[in-house]
């Protein structure tokens, strides 16, 4: 049985020479975005072109791709190994249901028994993905039993690299904190007791990094991120704090990226405090390019219809986590980190996936698509002074990624050196934030740094039409192995 196969994706082995070998890695993190596509795999007998199924009266071409490295087969009228490319239902006699409500064990699907259907457009989708009582049949735990091994070694991977840049960052990825976390100093130091609480509410609340502790806390760890080569310091910042920081300017990032939930009484001071610090301050239009191309919305398309939260009795009930499908505290141990010196576990929402999103994804997901990443980074370049121009897409308006007589064009090429570095390195730090906490994986995180680091998925002729997030595209280990380069990138060489 013959396999179509026109994968194009870089290998994990390649992603780590480059990460091993070259003392300036970075332009090879770009290029290999643009190498590492997850294309699908169609199968096919020797008496027809692509597999059938049965829809209705009729049957449709069913478009399947390769789960793990097992071979595809077809045997007796089952698919094995195989992750279908679409929208599944499982067919009974009393009528459709949705896929995965019996159980589906090794890949195996009856050809006569599933139908598909476009993937997120049909009017059933749209209708269904407002029914609660249908989230419970078709969503599930993205980290329960049935995930794959090499799932959940995909988790440990990102977990552990991404842990390990907050407690060994490089030397510049300090100094992009240090920038960032004195003028947060400042800023906070300086704010009034309302607002000093108010924009503290949920990194200091319940399901924030730093529960059950004072602002005073908080500006102490802004003040060890501030000093110049924190890591070895007296008073040395720890990974607790970057991610402190790191986590603020997310949140500051909140409040522009969502006016309407942000008191008028903080963004008044903290207006004034930025422009007296000489700094730019995003105006609304400036805000709209960055939800525009990277937020929530955009790169999680399907978001609002694919996750759902799952509710708990009491805040008790939500479990402790920390890493990706809660491996944080095992890549603890792998990392060698005292138990006094961890990040501390804690609690935030906790989201069901879809079942189909899930069997046809082998990267890790937590949280779904995210914005996150464009929050953060918008206020971090805010921080770092830089130009309303150049602030989160700069990269992108100024030129992008392509191909001219076989030769590659940087896509940060009207970036000196020294900015394409820190550039980098704050790229690193938010994602190593959202994935070594476990916020989000790094499949999830993927499309916000990208377009950060000047490309975009949905520029015309990368998206097929069936295409509709980076899971679609770098679902299959790539994410791992770009965002990991990354992190290696921008770690202390010591800690590696």
């Keep these: 049985m013959p396999i179509n196969n026109d994968i194009k994706c870089i290998s994990p082995a390649t992603a780590q020479y480059h990460a091993e070998r070259n003392e300036t890695m970075n332009a090879d993190f770009v290029r290999n975005f643009d190498l590492a ?44 190994n195989v992750i279908i490319d679409s929208d599944i239902t499982v067919k009974h006699t009393s009528g459709l249901i949705p896929m995965g409500e019996p159980p589906v064990k090794d890949g195996a699907f009856g050809i006569d028994r ?69 003028v947060l100093h400042q800023i906070v130091s300086n704010l009034s007791t309302d607002s000093q609480i108010t924009i503290g509410a949920r990194i200091l609340g319940e399901e924030g990094l730093l529960d059950g502790e004072t602002i005073p806390d908080l500006v102490a760890a802004l003040q060890r991120v501030s000093t110049k080569n924190n890591s ?36 008044t001071e903290l207006n004034s405090q930025l422009t007296a610090a000489g700094l730019h301050v995003p105006e609304e239009s400036e805000m709209e390019i960055m939800r525009r191309t990277g937020g929530s919305r955009t790169v999680g398309p399907d ?32 990392l060698g980190i005292a138990q006094q010196n961890r990040i501390p576990v804690n609690r935030w929402p906790v989201f069901d996936i879809s079942r189909h999103r899930i069997n046809e994804t082998t990267e890790p997901l937590t949280g779904h698509m995210s914005g996150s990443p464009a929050e953060i980074l918008q206020t971090w370049d805010m921080l770092c002074g830089l130009t309303g121009e150049e602030q989160y897409v700069g990269a992108l308006t100024r030129s992008s990624a392509r191909q001219e007589r076989e030769k590659f064009f940087h896509p940060m090429s009207d970036f000196t050196s020294v900015e394409q570095a820190q550039r980098y390195a704050r790229a690193a730090g938010a994602s190593a934030f959202l994935v070594g906490l476990g916020y989000h994986s790094t499949v999830e995180v993927l499309e916000g740094i990208l377009v950060y680091t000047g490309q975009n998925i949905r520029t015309e002729g990368t998206l097929s039409q069936s ?3 980076a899971a679609h595209l770098f679902g299959h280990g790539a994410a791992t192995d770009l965002i990991t380069e990354l992190f290696i990138t921008n770690t202390a060489r010591q800690a590696l």
């Design 37 to 80: 596509r997850n294309c699908s795999i169609e199968i096919s007998s020797n008496e027809t072109s692509i597999a059938t199924i049965k829809n209705g009266d009729g049957e449709q071409p069913l478009r399947l791709r390769l789960d793990e490295n097992s071979s595809p087969q077809v045997r007796r009228g089952v698919i094995n």
């Design 114 to 182: 599933v139908g598909s259907s476009p993937l997120g457009n049909t009017d059933a989708h749209k209708v269904l993905a407002k029914d609660p009582s249908h989230h419970k049949k078709t969503h599930t735990n993205p980290a329960g039993p049935h995930t794959l091994r090499q799932t959940k070694d995909l988790a440990m991977r990102q977990t552990v690299d991404g842990r390990r840049v907050l407690y060994s960052p490089g030397s510049i990825l300090i100094k992009e904190l240090s920038t960032a976390a004195s």
């Design 232 to 267: 070895s310091s007296a008073v040395a910042a720890s990974a607790t704090d970057r991610a402190a920081v790191i986590a603020l300017m997310g949140d500051i990032g909140v409040f522009y990226s969502r006016p309407a939930d942000a008191k008028v009484e903080l963004m």
């Design 303 to 334: 978001k609002k219809a694919e996750r759902s939260v799952v509710a708990f009795d009491s805040r008790a009930d939500i479990p402790l986590r920390a890493g990706i499908h809660n491996m944080g505290l095992a890549a603890d141990e792998v």
């Design 467 to 469: 295409q509709r997030d």
